[in-house]
């Protein structure tokens, strides 16, 4: 029957006619929350590789990792074709002479055809989002937000550095500029009511951003989000709770708005909790089964 949301996986396999792949890289980034310019203890659940999920080390250069990266995929699932994606820690938090370097450094690969940039909304500026809009001429070009919540007292408890006006500037500067399309990241279970929750899916929904990427909190090993489970001051959504949550979370949303994640296979080396989260294709069946059991889709809910 296909999957009941729109995810982003199959959008790319029509547009570019095979399954495109992303390639994670690490370019040495830092972070204005970590480096002290904002704060130097970061948001409470990101832990010292920045949210990087790959093992590529940044001393190797970006067309090495980007090669790589490339044979992996391809000994491993056929992959012809690929995504450059930019993921560890502010991704556009250098001057705009070193960004353009590496960037078109990301894309010296033949089978490279995408572009993906993951930052904070408080790292952007008309010269960069310049910069990146040049190369949606001859790359799927995208910006991956951090919103994570449109709740200022969430954004503060989390210790983001930002505030939900941030983000919405950058998000209306980024619109201003044709050709790059704009994925925004939230996550469920931040110290919200059920009805906060549902109150940032339909101020995304108002929004219409091209994707959406959602994630579970979770506690990986060194975070203060860590300190305080140990501590029990918080409590993770069980898997079924968390399905049911998501499935929510996406009938509000447009329907044209791509899905970029739902379930992560989770560092299981540095996870403490939910230990469920470590099962990606489990989560994903329950979410496909609750939506047929619900008789629903994304974006059943969208203008209601």
Known sequence: MGKRYNAFSEHLKQKFGTKVYKITLDAGFSCPNRDGTISSSGCIFCDDGGSFSQAHSNKLTIEEQV??????????????????????????????????????????????????????????????????????????TWIEYGLQSIHDKTLLKINRGHDYACFLDAYEKTRNYSGINVCLHIILNLFETYEEMMQTAKKIAELRPDGVKIHMLCALEGTKLADLYKNNELAFMDENEYVSTVCDFLEYLPPETTIHRLAGNGLKSELIAPRWIGKKLDTLNKIDREFIKRNTMQGSKYLL
Do not use: W
């Open 67 to 140: 090669e790589i990266g490339a044979e992996t995929l391809r000994n491993r699932f056929k992959a012809q074709k690929f995504m450059s994606y930019f993921q560890a820690f502010s991704n556009t938090y250098k001057p705009l002479g070193e960004l353009e370097k590496i960037y078109s450094s990301a894309l010296n690969h033949p089978d490279v055809v995408g572009l993906s940039i993951g930052t904070r909304p408080d790292c952007i500026d008309n010269e960069k989002l310049k910069l990146i809009q040049s190369y949606s001429k001859d790359y799927y």
